[in-house]
C-alpha cells in the first residue's frame, strides 16, 4: 500500500525516457568500473575511490562532493580533503567538445571575430563548467566559462532519481526523517538548474558589482562581463589574477595578515546579507580567489539568495540571542523565519536548545544523540540547532538554507578567521546600519 501511494507521487520527470536510460547506463558503467578498482585491489583509500567514482559519474554528484569538500561539520576530514578536488578540478571534456557549444552559441566565427586566441586546456573544470583563458579582438585578458554539454539531462536525471529514492527511504525508514535528506536533494536540485543560465549569472554579478562600488568596497572585487561575448551557455568575463583558496599553502604565503584578507571578505559578504538585493550563495573554496594585492575576488555567481525582510530580522534575532545564549528568543526567532504545519511549544523548543549548549540531557527525541559539552565551532552549533527545531515541526524557507550553507563553508576556513563571535559582532553591527540607510522597519 505504502508503494502504491509513492509511485502516485512519482512525476513524469522520472519515467524512463531514452535520456533516463542511458543515465542509468552511464551510471552503471561508471560503478562497474569502481567495483574493478576495488576487486583487483587498488591502492586508492576509500575517500579517494569514492571521489573518483562520484567524478566518472558527472555534474550531479561533483556538485555532491563539492558539498562534501566545503563541510567538515558534516563529514570525516579524510572525505573532506578527498573531495577538494571536486571544487574546481574535476575532469575535464576535451575542448572539440566545448568547440562545438561556442560555434552554436557565438557562431562559427567566433575565433577571430570575438576572440583572437583560446588556450584549449582550462584552467578550471568543475560541474557544470569549464573555464578557459583567451583573449578578446579588443586586447582584454577574458576567461570564458563554457557549460558542459548535456549538463541540463544530466542533472535533471540524477537529482530526481537522488530525490524520490530519498523520499521512499525516509518513508520506509521514519527515524530517517530527522537528517532531511530529500530536503537537502531538494534544495540542490533548486539551485543547481540556477547556474545553468549565464545570462542570469552574468546580471547577478552586474547587481553585486553594484552593492560593492555603493558601498565604497575596495577589498572585494568581481569581474567585468562582456556582454557581446556572452549568451546563456557561454560566459565570458576579465581575467582576474590570483590563487584560489583551495591553495591554501600558496595562499598563506602570499599575505602576512590571512586573518584580514578573509576577515573582510566575511565581512562583505555578511553586509550583503543586510544591503544587498542578492548575496552570493556558493562561497567554497573554489569561488574566492586572493589576487595578488590582498583584495579576494567572489566568482562564479551562479546561485545567488535573495533574502526577505522577515528572514533579515529574524536572522538578526537569532543571531544577536545566539550570542548571549538567550534560548527562548532563539526559539522565537527560528519560528519567525521558519515555517509550520503545527503549533510549535516555544518554551519547550526553547529547553531543548539550552539543553543542546549544556549538553547535560538527552532531546526528548531519541533519535537526538547527547552532544559534548565543549562546543566551540558556531557553524556545527548553528547545524545542529537547525535540526532542533525541524524536529519541533518547523521548516525553513530556501532563502535561510543558503544563508545556513555559507555558514558552513566558511567553517573549512576556522583556523584563519579564528574570532567568529567578533565577525558575528560585525555583522549585526552591518544590518543595523544598512537598515538605518534603507530606513527599514526595527
Not at 590570483?242 to 565581512?267: H, N, Y
Not at 537569532?318 to 532563539?330: C, E, G, P, V
Request: proline share 5%; aromatic share 10%; with cysteine.
Amino acid at each position: 500500500m505504502m508503494l502504491q501511494k509513492i509511485y502516485k507521487e512519482l512525476p513524469s520527470a522520472v519515467s524512463f525516457g531514452f535520456n533516463s536510460i542511458n543515465r542509468i547506463r552511464q551510471t552503471a558503467t561508471a560503478l562497474g568500473k569502481t567495483g574493478l578498482d576495488w576487486a583487483f585491489g587498488g591502492q586508492s583509500s576509500p575517500p579517494v575511490l569514492m571521489r573518483t567514482t562520484f567524478e566518472r559519474l558527472g555534474a550531479t554528484y561533483i556538485k555532491i562532493g563539492q558539498l562534501i569538500a566545503s563541510s567538515p561539520s558534516l563529514f570525516p576530514e579524510e572525505y573532506v580533503k578527498a573531495f577538494h578536488r571536486c571544487l574546481d578540478q574535476t575532469e575535464p571534456v576535451p575542448f572539440n567538445q566545448m568547440h562545438k557549444i561556442l560555434k552554436s552559441e557565438l557562431g562559427p566565427g567566433y575565433l577571430g571575430e570575438v576572440f583572437t586566441d583560446i588556450n584549449p586546456v582550462p584552467i578550471a573544470s568543475a560541474s557544470i563548467a569549464q573555464v578557459y583563458a583567451a583573449t578578446l579582438t579588443t586586447g582584454e585578458k577574458v576567461v570564458i566559462k563554457i557549460q558542459r554539454p548535456g549538463v541540463k539531462t544530466i542533472l535533471s536525471t540524477d537529482l530526481n532519481f537522488l530525490y524520490y529514492s530519498a523520499v521512499i527511504l525516509e518513508r520506509l525508514v521514519p527515524r530517517l526523517q530527522h537528517i532531511s535528506l530529500a530536503g537537502i536533494l531538494s534544495e540542490i536540485r533548486r539551485t543547481v538548474f540556477e547556474e545553468c543560465d549565464f545570462v542570469r549569472e552574468a546580471e547577478n554579478i552586474a547587481i553585486f558589482a553594484e552593492f560593492l562600488n555603493r558601498s565604497e568596497n575596495s577589498m572585494v572585487v568581481t569581474p567585468r562581463v562582456f556582454p557581446h561575448a556572452s549568451t546563456r551557455r557561454v560566459l565570458t568575463m576579465e581575467r582576474l589574477y590570483g590563487i584560489p583558496l583551495t591553495d591554501r599553502e600558496q595562499f598563506l604565503k602570499l599575505t602576512d595578515q590571512p586573518q584580514m584578507v578573509l576577515g573582510s571578505a566575511f565581512e562583505t559578504w555578511l553586509a550583503s546579507v543586510a544591503g544587498c538585493e542578492l548575496f552570493h550563495a556558493d562561497l567554497h573554496a573554489g569561488n574566492l580567489l586572493i589576487l595578488g594585492d590582498g583584495r579576494v575576488g567572489f566568482i562564479d555567481f551562479g546561485i545567488v539568495g535573495r533574502i526577505s525582510e522577515k528572514t533579515r530580522q529574524g536572522v538578526m534575532s537569532l543571531i544577536q540571542a545566539m550570542i548571549i545564549k538567550d534560548y527562548r528568543t532563539i526559539a522565537e526567532a527560528m519560528l519567525t523565519i521558519g515555517m509550520t504545519r503545527k503549533k510549535v511549544d516555544t518554551g519547550l523548543l526553547a529547553k531543548d536548545l539550552e539543553d543542546f549548549y549544556n549538553a547535560s540531557e538527552s532531546f526528548a527525541d531519541e533519535s537526538f544523540p547527547v552532544y559534548p559539552q565543549n562546543l566551540e565551532e558556531p557553524e556545527q552549533i548553528l547545524l545542529d540547532m537547525v535540526r532542533i527545531a525541524e524536529a519541533h515541526g518547523i521548516r525553513f524557507p530556501r532563502e535561510f538554507t543558503l544563508l545556513l550553507k555559507q555558514f558552513l563553508y566558511f567553517d573549512s576556513y576556522s583556523d584563519i578567521l579564528f574570532d567568529m563571535d567578533l565577525l558575528m559582532d560585525n555583522m549585526m553591527l552591518d544590518m543595523e546600519i544598512f537598515n538605518r540607510k534603507l530606513d527599514l522597519p526595527e
